[in-house]
Nanobody, 116 residues
Framework: QVQLVESGGGLVQPGGSLRLSCAVS????????MKWYRQAPGKEREFVAV????????NYADSVKGRFTISRDNAKNTVYLRMNSLNPEDTAVYYC?????????WGQGTQVTVSS
């Protein structure tokens, strides 16, 4: 059974940083494409970042490019999202995502609030 458990969210001031973690079980992050999404209040869920199974292909939404970094630790079977220069528009619930055998898997999400 695939399980994704996000952590690391919280309240941060504008300009601050956070690192989100997604602990994965049931699949191996080194053989699966892993993604981060976010959903702000009243808005649809949107793509944030993706790392390919090989790790050689990484892409970001334009809104976070240059500020966010996706990475993974194969030994810990965990995916990370390092977020720098946060602004209030980054406030959202952040979700980890992967797909296996045409089934989409989501974590429960972790809340990130950027406010002074």
């Amino acid at each position: 059974q695939v399980q994704l458990v996000e952590s690391g969210g919280g309240l941060v001031q504008p300009g601050g940083s956070l690192r989100l973690s997604c602990a994965v079980s049931g699949i191996t992050v080194s053989t699966n494409t892993m993604k981060w999404y976010r959903q702000a209040p009243g808005k649809e869920r949107e793509f944030v970042a993706v790392i390919s199974s090989s790790g050689s292909s990484i892409n970001y939404a334009d809104s976070v490019k240059g500020r966010f970094t996706i990475s993974r630790d194969n030994a810990k079977n965990t995916v990370y999202l390092r977020m720098n220069s946060l602004n209030p528009e980054d406030t959202a619930v952040y979700y980890c995502n992967t797909m296996k055998f045409s089934t989409n898997y989501w974590g429960q999400g972790t809340q990130v609030t950027v406010s002074s």
